[in-house]
């Protein structure tokens, strides 16, 4: 879906008035698919986080490092264990929420 949502809204701009040149802003275009692909990028994330944290709950009793493992709490804090099937929808929201929030740890490296 985002794929198709890159194509350029100019593309779609087709000549009038006998070939003169019809000059039409796309921005408006572009700003609402732009804003739909972000929407799509919060689902995305959203759905990895939980993919990645059911995987670490597969190597237990492993640790990961210390800004895994934070990062890993504050996503069990919101989204159980999958052991039985159950609507994941909730999940999704209450992860892209979290998502939304930014309360994730980033290692931004030594300074």
Sequence with gaps: ENKSLCFPPSADSVPTSMGQEDHVSMGSI???KLNQILGN???IF???LMYAAQAIEFR???K???IIEE???LIRSKVAKLEEDRL???DIDAMVALVKSQAFTVNL???
């Design 71 to 73: 990062n890993f709490a």
């Design 41 to 43: 990028l919060d689902k």
């Design 46 to 48: 959203a759905i990895e």
């Design 109 to 111: 490296g030594s300074k």
């Design 30 to 32: 572009s700003g609402r």
């Design 60 to 62: 237990r009793p492993n």
């Design 64 to 66: 990961c490092s210390d």
């Design 88 to 90: 994941l929808k909730p």
